[in-house]
């Protein structure tokens, strides 16, 4: 498949950028952080993002939304990079939407994707436990009780776990520890009784929780999916909200350079501007090849998610380029900034934050060359 956009998907791109440039730029982030929000974003801004149809892009018409596909979400996705934009998007849009769409229910489907795509419920995936990406090492447990499961276990970075109506809980039905076999996905509210969400508010001032669940009682039409199938679900809810964070990652290091760039044609120094200099000049030139990489490799994850079938692979090399490439753009800026890049006078040192918080989400370089070397049978 060709590595460039449709017409639509083109529109869709500039339709984003123009958006979140007006509605949600670094000024606001700029707000909330300041204000320590309790939210920790905009419910208004979600709306019009709903508006939009970017809540329910990957939400089929008949169910409310537009169905635009990964290729679409993931427009989105860089445009909110670009701007630094605090939203439940991946958490909700991305990654709760993929789960219900992927192994939900008729019944399911008909209550919660509706309800998605008009912004009016938000999702949180809570699937890690331990201080790195793992997502096979599960000990939360859920016991058969009555009609249903008890579930019990404690949950680390669940994106936008605080304010999300509902957390969709990965938790073992059998097996040992790291098994990828015996794993279940389970609906739970966030208010049920047992379920204690804790918020942490990260280097990038986005937004966590650690979900503690003591012996929280769920019923059969809880469970997402099969029975200790779990595991197939949640690789293809992963590696979409992989795919589409390679994309938020290729906004940041596409506009740390273009920041920078323009840094580099106003700074003097020597009486001359600094981007003068050839030894910057090969800095940037390496920097912008570097980002044209990930924009390829990006592009060709969201069309094989799209397509069906295995995308692991093309997944796993946009996500672990994307994070490598954004932190050397976001470190590049601030040393050609001379330093004062990580002061608040400058946006550039939010965009190092969320660099280095995105590469670590969902694994990072060495989780994804590890992973690849496995898919290639090495």
């Given amino acids: 498949m060709a590595l460039v956009l449709t017409d639509e998907q083109a529109m869709i791109r ?65 445009a909110i990079g670009r701007n630094l934009s605090v939203t439940p998007m991946l958490s909700t849009a991305v990654l709760g939407a993929t789960a219900v769409i992927a192994a939900g229910t008729d019944e399911q489907k008909a209550a919660l994707l509706p309800k998605l795509a008009s912004g ?15 997502p096979n090492q599960v000990e939360t447990r859920a016991e058969a009780s009555g009609n249903g499961f008890r579930l ?86 992963l590696d979409a909200g992989r795919a589409c964070l390679a994309a938020e990652l290729l906004g940041v290091s596409g506009e740390s350079f273009r920041q ?8 003097e120094q020597f009486g001359v501007k600094i981007g003068s200099f050839q030894a910057l000049q090969h800095r940037a030139a390496h920097l912008f090849c570097e980002i044209e990489l990930v924009r390829s490799a990006t592009l060709r994850a969201l069309q094989a998610l799209d397509e069906g079938g295995n995308p692991a692979l093309f997944v796993s ?45 969902f694994g990072d370089i060495a989780f994804h060359g590890d992973r690849m070397a496995r898919l290639m049978g090495y």
């Avoid at 009016?120 to 436990?129: G, I, V």
């Avoid at 769920?218 to 949640?234: K, M, P, S």
């Avoid at 920078?260 to 700074?267: G, I, N």
């Fill in 14 to 78: 500039d339709s984003a950028d123009g958006f979140f440039a007006e509605k949600a730029p670094v000024s606001e982030l700029r707000r909330l952080r300041d204000a320590n929000d309790a939210t920790g974003f905009s419910r208004e801004l979600w709306k019009a993002m709903a508006e939009m149809g970017f809540a329910g892009i990957l939400v089929p018409e008949e169910q409310g939304g537009v169905g635009l596909g990964y290729v679409a979400a993931g427009l989105v996705q860089e």
């Fill in 120 to 134: 009016d419920l938000l999702l949180a995936l809570a699937a890690e436990e331990k201080s790195r990406h793992t």
């Fill in 152 to 237: 019990t276990g404690r949950k680390n970075f669940v994106l936008d776990g605080h304010v999300a109506d509902k957390l969709i809980i990965v938790a073992r039905t059998d097996g040992e520890i790291d098994d990828t076999k015996g794993l279940t996905l389970f609906l739970v509210d966030r208010e049920a009784a047992g379920v204690t969400v804790d918020r942490t508010v990260m280097v990038d001032s986005r937004n966590a929780a650690r979900v503690t669940l003591e012996a929280v009682q769920v019923d059969g039409a809880d469970v997402l999916g099969e029975v200790g199938g779990g595991w197939a679900v949640l690789e293809k809810v």
């Fill in 260 to 267: 920078t760039v323009d840094y580099l044609k106003q700074r």
């Fill in 317 to 361: 090399l946009a996500k672990g380029k994307a994070g490598e490439v954004a932190k050397l753009a976001t470190n590049e800026a601030v040393q050609m900034y001379g330093g004062i890049g990580m002061t608040d006078e400058f946006d550039i040192g939010f965009y190092m934050k969320r660099a280095r918080a995105g590469m670590e989400t």
